[in-house]
């Protein structure tokens, strides 16, 4: 592995659940790096492991044995407070439903993470009016969510988790609720914005239309990588 651009690392990754009486294998010895402004779609069917790689990589969940590194910096001994502050600074989030705030303006949904982050007003307002062109929706600046359709909130979303800069974006399952042609566009958005601000995206998906247009896709299966 390149440490030297790679966003993320797992070495040797187990982590298991329990339910009940049962202890469930989630992950088995997972090894992965993310390069900074790869696009890579992580695959497979429920239950393989998907989920607990993104709850891993956004410092989420902690692993039972093995190394997370993210942005060069061991994340494993890292106290909650910590892992608050990393997760706020270093990462962006986009979900299935969007989960934006219902209330609020979309730019105040954008602006939302600086203004958690302390920035100044001004620098907010610059930044989230550059994000809003960035992802065409600055004449959708004062409509609230439910006025947006939903390759619109999507785009939201993602002006939403790349307004801080992050270095690293965790998408799940991001097409799942878009029609064909909105995927795309959607798709393209996130590719041409990774890219762009060098932000390394990994997406759980079942999506054949994104994973044909992602820089790299692994399939999972019984929580190890094919």
Same mark, same amino acid.
């Given at each position: 592995?390149?440490?030297?651009?790679?966003?993320?690392?797992?070495?040797?990754?187990?982590?298991?659940?329990?339910?009940?009486?049962?202890?469930?294998?989630?992950?088995?010895?997972?090894?992965?790096?993310?390069?900074?402004?790869?696009?890579?779609?992580?695959?497979g069917p429920?239950?393989?492991?998907?989920?607990?790689?993104?709850n891993?990589?956004?410092?989420?969940?902690?692993?039972?044995?093995?190394?997370?590194?993210?942005?060069?910096?061991?994340?494993?001994?890292?106290?909650?407070?910590?892992?608050?502050?990393?997760?706020?600074?270093?990462?962006?989030?986009?979900?299935?439903n969007?989960?934006?705030?219902?209330?609020?303006?979309? &730019? +105040?949904?954008?602006?939302?993470?600086?203004?958690?982050?302390?920035?100044?007003?001004?620098? *907010?307002?610059? #930044? @989230?009016? =550059?994000?809003?062109?960035?992802?065409?929706?600055?004449?959708?600046a004062?409509?609230?969510?439910?006025?947006?359709?939903?390759?619109?909130?999507q785009?939201?979303?993602?002006?939403?988790?790349?307004?801080?800069?992050?270095?690293?974006?965790?998408?799940?399952?991001?097409?799942?609720?878009?029609?064909?042609?909105?995927?795309?566009?959607?798709?393209?958005?996130?590719?041409?914005?990774?890219? &762009? +601000?060098?932000?390394?995206?990994?997406?759980?998906?079942?999506?054949?239309?994104?994973?044909? *247009?992602?820089? #790299? @896709?692994l =399939?999972?299966?019984?929580?190890?990588?094919?």
């Amino acid at each position: 592995m390149n440490s030297t651009t790679s966003v993320v690392e797992l070495h040797g990754i187990f982590k298991t659940y329990r339910l009940g009486a049962h202890v469930i294998p989630a992950l088995q010895g997972v090894d992965l790096s993310v390069q900074r402004g790869e696009l890579l779609a992580l695959t497979g069917p429920s239950g393989s492991g998907k989920s607990t790689i993104l709850n891993l990589c956004g410092l989420i969940d902690t692993p039972d044995a093995g190394d997370i590194v993210l942005d060069g910096r061991h994340v494993n001994g890292l106290d909650e407070v910590q892992r608050t502050l990393l997760r706020r600074d270093a990462l962006g989030f986009v979900f299935q439903n969007f989960n934006l705030v219902p209330v609020m303006t979309v &730019a +105040e949904n954008v602006d939302y993470p600086l203004f958690l982050a302390g920035i100044g007003t001004a620098e *907010r307002k610059e #930044r @989230v009016a =550059a994000q809003l062109e960035a992802v065409g929706l600055q004449d959708h600046a004062h409509h609230r969510p439910d006025a947006l359709s939903g390759g619109q909130r999507q785009r939201v979303a993602i002006a939403r988790a790349l307004i801080k800069r992050p270095r690293l974006v965790i998408a799940d399952e991001p097409t799942a609720s878009l029609d064909s042609h909105t995927a795309d566009q959607v798709l393209d958005l996130m590719r041409e914005r990774g890219h &762009a +601000e060098g932000a390394a995206f990994v997406i759980a998906t079942h999506d054949s239309r994104l994973t044909s *247009r992602c820089d #790299r @896709v692994l =399939a999972l299966l019984d929580g190890k990588l094919l």
